[in-house]
């Protein structure tokens, strides 16, 4: 008996001798890729214009700024990065997937302080809390 079944766009076909029933398949998934889609309110403009601001680390200023339906981030002497949504809050940069950061906000949505997270190979991370020095929703473009 010959079975076929779809994986993606391959096509695999299975036999059995003497006609038995196919009790399992196995198959590698390494080639399967899962990407997450954010929640539609993580590209909601209104609700990301309240994270755009200037942030203070340590002695640098980074700048967050809404572009669109994205958030960038910017420090002074480097590339603007864009910031793309993880889960709730959080942030990852999109150039460097161990960097996040992930903002604080009170009872009534008010932005009060963001983390910046750095993960180390080994998976251990650091985190520096950014207060804000400025109104957030002064950047909002």
Not at 12 to 38: A, M
Not at 103 to 127: H, N, R, Y
Request: glycine share 8%; proline share 4%.
């Amino acid at each position: 008996m010959i079975y076929h079944i779809g994986i993606g766009n391959t096509i695999n076909h299975f036999g059995t001798r003497n006609h038995q029933p196919l009790e399992s398949v196995s198959r590698s998934v390494d080639d399967i890729v899962l990407k997450k889609k954010p929640e539609a309110w993580l590209l909601d403009p209104g609700y990301l214009a309240k994270f755009a601001g200037k942030y203070q680390l340590v002695d640098q200023t980074v700048t967050v700024s809404l572009k669109g339906n994205a958030l960038t981030a910017l420090i002074a002497g480097q590339p603007e990065v864009e910031l793309v949504p993880d889960l709730g809050r959080k942030f990852y940069l999109k150039q460097a997937r161990t960097v996040s950061i992930r903002f604080i906000v009170d009872a009534q949505g008010v932005v009060t302080a963001a983390e910046f997270i750095q993960a180390d190979e080994k998976g251990s991370k650091a985190v520096e809390f950014l207060a804000p020095t400025c109104s957030s929703t002064s950047l909002a473009a």
